[in-house]
C-alpha cells in the first residue's frame, strides 16, 4: 500500500544546532502538510505544500517540497528548546492523507 | 486552542464497560476524523466523516462505532475492549471540497482523550 516513510525516528541535538527530518513517498503527492506534536499535546498544523519544488519559511523553520512531489523536508536552523517535540508529515494521494510515524527532536541538557 | 473538543480527557475502562467519547467542533468544517496514535507507531486513521456520512472506515473493529449526528459532533462508542486499545484517540476536523473525496487540507486536531483499558 501507499506508504510515507520519515526519517529519522529520533534526532537529540544541543540547542542551537540545525535539525532535520525527511519524508519519502511510493507514490506522488498531490500535496504535503506539516505538524508538529508537543509532548502531552495534540498535533498541530504548520503548513501544507502544494507545488513541485516548493519552499516556504515559517522564521528558522524551511519545508520544501521535491520536484518530483514524492518526497519533502523539514529544516530547523539553531534549534530552541521551545522546538522540542515529535514533527509529522502527512501526504495527500489518491483522496487518502498518509501519515508519516514522526521524528522526535530532543534536546541535549 | 479551542477550536476542536473532546471529552472525557482521560478514560479508564473494564474490557467489560461501555463508554462514548464525543469530539466538538466550533470551525465550521464539514469534515470530521477519528485517529488512534499509539506508542512508537504512527497516526492510525480510524474513520472519516463529510457532511456527516462515512466516507472512511479503515478496517476498524466492530467494538469501536463512529456516530455523526451533525457536521459539528463526533461520537466514538466503545464497548467489549481489550488492553491494546488503550491509546490516544485524537478527534480533527478540516474544511472539505465536494469535488474531492477526501479534504487535503489542514486538520485541526483536538487534545485527545487518554484511554486506558483494564
Known amino acids: 500500500g501507499q506508504q510515507v516513510m520519515q526519517i529519522p525516528q529520533y534526532q537529540h541535538v544541543q540547542e542551537g544546532e540545525d535539525f532535520t527530518t525527511y519524508c519519502n513517498s511510493s507514490?506522488?503527492?498531490?500535496?504535503i502538510q506539516w505538524y508538529k506534536q508537543r509532548p502531552g499535546g495534540h498535533p498541530v498544523f504548520l503548513i501544507q505544500?502544494?507545488?513541485s519544488g516548493e519552499v516556504k519559511k515559517q522564521k528558522r523553520l524551511t519545508f520544501q517540497f521535491g520536484e518530483a512531489k514524492k518526497n519533502s523536508s523539514l529544516h530547523i536552523t539553531a534549534t530552541q528548546t521551545t522546538d522540542v517535540g515529535t514533527y509529522f508529515c502527512?501526504?495527500?494521494?489518491?483522496?487518502?492523507?498518509?501519515w508519516g510515524a514522526g521524528t522526535k527532536l530532543i534536546i541535549k541538557p | 486552542e479551542t477550536g476542536v473538543t473532546q471529552t472525557p480527557r482521560h478514560l479508564v475502562m473494564g474490557m467489560t464497560n461501555k463508554k462514548s467519547l464525543k469530539c466538538e467542533q466550533h470551525?465550521?468544517?464539514?469534515?470530521m476524523y477519528w485517529y488512534k496514535q499509539s506508542a512508537k507507531k504512527p497516526l492510525e486513521l480510524m474513520f472519516v466523516?463529510?457532511?456527516?456520512?462515512?466516507?472512511e472506515n479503515n478496517s476498524v473493529p466492530s467494538r469501536f462505532s463512529p456516530e455523526c449526528p451533525n457536521s459539528s459532533h463526533l461520537f466514538l462508542h466503545l464497548h467489549t475492549l481489550q488492553p491494546e486499545d488503550s491509546a490516544l484517540y485524537l478527534c480533527?476536523?478540516?474544511?472539505?471540497?465536494?469535488?474531492?473525496?477526501?479534504?487535503?487540507?489542514?486538520?485541526?486536531f483536538g487534545p485527545g482523550t487518554r484511554l486506558t483499558v483494564t
Open positions: 480533527a476536523s478540516s474544511p472539505y471540497d465536494r469535488g474531492v473525496r477526501l479534504a487535503g487540507g489542514e486538520q485541526y
Open positions: 470551525l465550521g468544517h464539514n469534515a
Open positions: 466523516y463529510n457532511f456527516k456520512e462515512q466516507t
Open positions: 507514490t506522488t503527492l498531490s500535496n
Open positions: 505544500l502544494v507545488k
Open positions: 502527512a501526504g495527500s494521494s489518491n483522496y487518502q492523507l498518509i
